[in-house]
């Protein structure tokens, strides 16, 4: 019998190489370019910065939160999580 045994610190190791953030933040400029193209008229740029150990889209918007999430009497546009997944990536919002 094989026992599989995970090698401990290798998501960390991974982290700290270029070549994934130089990955992450090629992703992360898509998504940003996206979503600014799911604006109606974009007011405020949406920004990509670093963060951790990870990166940040940010829409600079004032009204960033009923572009997103909509009002009673207007549909959302959805233009973060638009941009993501014309990314091409998955978008995970049960947190």
């Not at 960390?12 to 270029?18: F, S």
């Not at 990509?48 to 009204?63: D, E, K, L, Y």
Request: net charge positive; glycine share 8%; proline share 7%.
């Amino acid at each position: 019998m094989i026992r599989f045994r995970a090698q401990g610190g290798l998501a960390q190791g991974l982290e700290r190489t270029p070549e994934l953030r130089t990955a992450l933040r090629t992703a992360a400029e898509a998504v940003a370019e996206n979503a600014e193209a799911a604006m109606e008229k974009p007011p405020a740029p949406v920004r990509v910065a670093r963060q951790g150990r990870g990166v940040r889209v940010t829409n600079t918007s004032p009204s960033a939160t009923l572009e997103e999430w909509g009002t009673a009497s207007r549909e959302p546009l959805a233009p973060l999580r638009r941009g993501v997944r014309s990314a091409g990536l998955r978008l995970d919002e049960s947190q």
